[in-house]
């Protein structure tokens, strides 16, 4: 569902409400241009985690097909930044979680191919 048909939606609703169809509808101020890309998301209090962005309100981030990572290398570099553009080496990743709801997400990175490449099919950690 893209962004017209939610706001086609909305104006229906409004109208069986008895409101009216023709005031502007408020967007979310900062809707993302990232959703539909794999993604680093870095959350206050849930930790990191690779996948697709589904959807952004606020500080809230809906990833699809969700990796945790629970302990991570950069393949070149130090940071997340370094692991969004070259993918991971020596790390530990959780298994794929179809659908996760982050709150508090304070940083959400888009990932090159062959960073998703990396993070996406990096073997799952067994203890």
């Known amino acids: 569902m893209n962004i017209q048909d939610i706001e086609k ?3 229906i609703v409004k109208l069986m409400e008895g409101g009216d169809t ?3 509808i408020i967007r979310d101020a900062n809707p993302s241009a990232l ?4 993604v680093i998301v870095r959350c206050r209090d849930a930790g990191v985690h690779f996948g697709e962005l589904v959807s952004r309100t606020g500080r809230d981030v809906t990833l699809k097909d969700s990796r945790r990572m ?5 393949a070149k570099g130090h940071t997340l930044s370094g ?4 993918g991971i080496t020596d790390s530990k990743i959780a298994g794929t979680i179809e659908l996760i709801e ?3 997400a304070c ?3 888009k990932c090159s191919p062959t960073s998703a490449k990396s993070i996406g099919g990096y073997d799952e950690y067994q203890p």
């Open 83 to 86: 692991c969004a553009i070259h």
């Open 22 to 24: 023709s005031a502007p």
């Open 102 to 104: 982050l709150p508090e």
């Open 9 to 11: 939606l909305l104006k």
């Open 107 to 109: 940083e959400i990175i």
């Open 70 to 74: 629970y302990y991570w290398v950069a």
């Open 35 to 38: 959703i539909g890309e794999k």
